[in-house]
């Protein structure tokens, strides 16, 4: 089976500009959470998705939104991006949800907000 | 503060030794997860243990779990270059404003060869 894959990989933004971040799960797997990492913060949950309906979210400002489609692909859409915004976004998906399942990692896109 | 919290923050070994390192945690769980990381990539999976367990192995790998010291150890037996990654161990979190898988500040393990 292909893994979890993430589009794009890098990007670079702009303070107050917007940014869509791609993730395909693994085929099969209904749930896709978002995590947000910094050195300075570690690992943070921003929420989690399981059959097109936000599940559980993290403690993260309005700005951060993400939607599922009914192929479980799903996007995170960051706006009025901040220079905090800089970090590594990493979606994982599972088959059913994630705390108490193994969640698969993509490779991440890297953000870096200028 | 962090749900799990991994103790040491870094670790530097030879390679062929052993490396431990330790995951504490706050609330009762129902399992506890073991990430890798190699550096600036996505997570890999190692060992998930669930609450009824006291020990799990993988390969090279041993995990212990001690629900009553809330604690949980990850063992690398025999190490290796390829080794060399953060470890974090993950915990569910559960209330009532939403769920969600935490994740410690993770050990940094260096394998000199």
């Known amino acids: 089976k292909a893994g979890v894959t993430q589009t794009p990989r890098y990007l670079i933004k702009t303070r107050g500009q917007q940014v869509t971040l791609s993730c395909s799960p693994i085929?099969?797997?209904?749930?896709v959470s978002w995590y947000q990492q910094t050195p300075g913060q570690g690992l943070q949950f921003l929420f989690e998705y399981f059959s097109e309906t936000q599940r559980n979210k993290g403690n993260f400002p309005g700005r951060f939104s993400g939607r599922q489609f009914s192929n479980s692909r799903s996007e995170m859409n960051v706006s009025t991006l901040e220079l905090g915004d800089s970090a590594l976004y990493l979606c994982a998906s599972s088959m059913g949800l994630g705390i108490h399942e193994t969640q698969y990692f993509g490779p991440g896109t890297r953000l870096l907000v200028l | 503060s962090q749900q799990g919290e991994e103790d040491p923050q870094a670790l530097s070994i030879q390679e062929g030794e052993n490396a431990t390192m330790n995951c504490s945690y706050k609330t009762s769980i129902n399992n506890l997860q073991w990430y890798r990381q190699n550096s600036g990539r996505g997570l890999v999976h190692l060992i998930l243990?669930?609450?009824?367990?006291r020990e799990k192995h993988s390969g090279r790998l041993r995990v212990t779990l001690d629900t009553s010291k809330k604690s949980s150890s990850l063992l690398i037996t025999a190490s290796r270059a390829a080794d060399t990654a953060s470890y974090f161990c993950?915990?569910?979190?559960?209330?009532?404003?939403?769920?969600?898988?935490?994740f410690g500040g993770g050990t940094r393990v260096l394998v000199k060869p």
């Open positions: 993950a915990t569910p979190e559960i209330k009532a404003a939403g769920n969600k898988l935490t």
């Open positions: 085929s099969g797997h209904r749930s």
């Open positions: 243990i669930r609450s009824n367990e």
